[in-house]
């Protein structure tokens, strides 16, 4: 689950982004979004409603977010 970055760095927010995803899916997420899941996460934490906040809570706050857009999205939706 890790993403190899160009300096060849693994980036273990990709990693964070695919824990979440696996369990919800059932499959990984895909690149594209990886990548918007970490702009919502990043986007989030510079916003206005969390200037207070220490930055242990900001990240905490974000990644909530994340799992619950996730969960709400309409691929976990299941119908018999």
Partial sequence: FFF?????????KVTGVQTCALPIYGRTAS????QRALGFVQRLGQG???K???????RL???QSLCKILLAANEFVYIE
């Avoid at 207070?52 to 900001?58: F, G, S, Y």
């Fill in 61 to 63: 706050r974000s990644w």
């Fill in 31 to 34: 690149t594209t979004e990886v």
């Fill in 48 to 50: 206005q409603e969390f």
């Fill in 4 to 12: 190899q970055a160009e300096d060849g760095i693994r980036d273990y």
């Fill in 52 to 58: 207070a906040l220490k930055p242990e809570e900001i």
